[in-house]
């Protein structure tokens, strides 16, 4: 990202999970008493347009970035994310943006935090090597990220690599693939996890931009508890492009 620019961004995220319970009998039908399905399936798909506005260059090399939510809605028409709310940091030089507050009046300490995690991990990912890539080259980037499951914590880690497919026009094509390293901090062999992940990148050279950004991903974790255990399956895509705004 450069400094003195607006760039607007339009999102789309959808997920679709699938949680199947097995087990004892006593188990079943508490699970039944509490009117929990078997299995339970959960769709979640919501559009959001921010706009992300840099300011200008200070002698530190450092200029500061900002994240505004302009409009954010689900399939059930709420409005997940209140409108106005801003997410704020810094750029320094060439790397990517560092957020660290978000303003808004009405979400939670909770959800603000949650919202800055989502935020840092989304824009963090897309880290490019210095050196010049030339087509068939590739590299990758690891991502760690923490799970709550069950009153336990799973340590992730997303591998993703980039492999430079063309150049045209002064815009580089990449193909992309994910791999997700599960691991419970407490090892007791009551959880098994993967994942992995397929998609594309276009990436605007003279802009320094990710124009456009798509993936869609497959986890499967396996949990097991004292009377039971249930399968989780998730399917999530994920669709993302990026404009300069008109100066």
Known sequence: YQPEKTYHISTIRGTETVITYSGQDIAMRKLKSMRIKNPTISKVKTKTDTE????????DNSFP??????????????????EGSVVQGEIIGDQLPIFSSVNSATLSFEQKNQLLQTVQNTFGQFKFPEQQLKVGDQFSTDLPMEMEMERSTIDIIV???????????EMAQFELSQSYQMTPKIMNNSFTGKGSGKGQLSYDIGNSLITDYSIKT???????????????????????????GKQ
């Open 52 to 59: 992300l506005v840099t300011g200008k260059r200070s002698a």
């Open 159 to 169: 591998t993703t690599t980039y492999k430079l497919l063309s150049i045209k026009s």
């Open 65 to 82: 970035v900002s994240l505004t939510y302009k409009k954010t809605m689900s399939l059930d028409g709420k409005n997940e994310i209140p």
């Open 218 to 244: 497959e986890l499967d974790m396996n949990k097991k508890l004292d009377y039971y255990e249930f399968d989780l399956k998730t399917v999530n895509e994920f669709s993302q492009t990026t404009q300069i």
